[in-house]
């Protein structure tokens, strides 16, 4: 199974953006990704096309189960 931890951003122009974290730590807590949102917000570390990131509008992780089809 694989899981990743998605972000999803509210950008300055109105518009959603996503960061991706493969295979995130199990124990992940709301307070570790409220800091850092904190820090990305503070410091404008990532801007996408010139935007920055925003506010947090949802964090989520999503866990995909892969079965291969034989013959």
Request: net charge neutral.
């Amino acid at each position: 199974m694989k899981k990743t931890l998605i972000l999803v951003f509210n950008r300055a122009d109105g518009k959603t953006s996503e960061l991706v974290v493969s295979e995130p730590r199990e124990d992940v807590t709301k307070a570790e990704v409220d800091a850092f949102v904190t820090k990305v917000q503070e410091t404008k570390f990532f801007l996408i096309n010139g935007m920055a990131l925003m506010s947090l509008k949802k964090a989520f992780i999503r866990t995909v189960d892969e079965a291969e089809i034989t013959a």
